[in-house]
């Protein structure tokens, strides 16, 4: 049976987790910023269905990764306030990773917005 109110209770604070790190984080701030621009643009240009899923697929995922590296950043300053390898390995692994892909997000955006461009001129 389902625990309704559990279940509620876990997007409560999902949201929660996406709202503060909005609040906290410039870098999510930054992509979330972009990301809205980026869909209006994909809008002006009236992208085409397939385009829009990948661009979303897309968005979705440097969103998240940026969540997941603000909460290994999170988990690793509640352990230590103490500057250790470990500790700044750790955290700078997950920012690669959030620039890792954010760098073949661009590069998939210009393929998905190049030729859209190109026939509006």
């Not at 929660?16 to 609040?23: L, N, P, Q, R, W």
């Not at 290994?72 to 250790?84: C, G, P, V």
């Not at 700078?92 to 917005?113: K, T």
Request: no cysteine; proline share 2%.
């Amino acid at each position: 049976m389902i625990d309704w109110k559990k279940l509620f209770s876990s997007f409560v604070f999902a949201f929660t987790g996406i709202i503060s790190t909005f609040k906290s984080e410039q870098n999510f701030k930054i992509h979330t910023f972009i990301s809205v621009i980026v869909i209006i643009f994909a809008v002006a240009l009236d992208f085409s269905k397939e385009r829009f899923v990948l661009l979303f697929i897309v968005i979705g995922i440097v969103l998240s990764l940026e969540l997941v590296n603000t909460a290994i950043e999170s988990a690793i300053d509640l352990i230590t306030e103490e500057k250790h390898p470990l500790a700044k390995k750790a955290k700078d692994a997950a920012a690669g990773a959030v620039l890792v892909f954010s760098m073949f997000a661009v590069i998939i955006g210009i393929l998905l917005f190049i030729e859209p461009l190109i026939n509006s001129m």
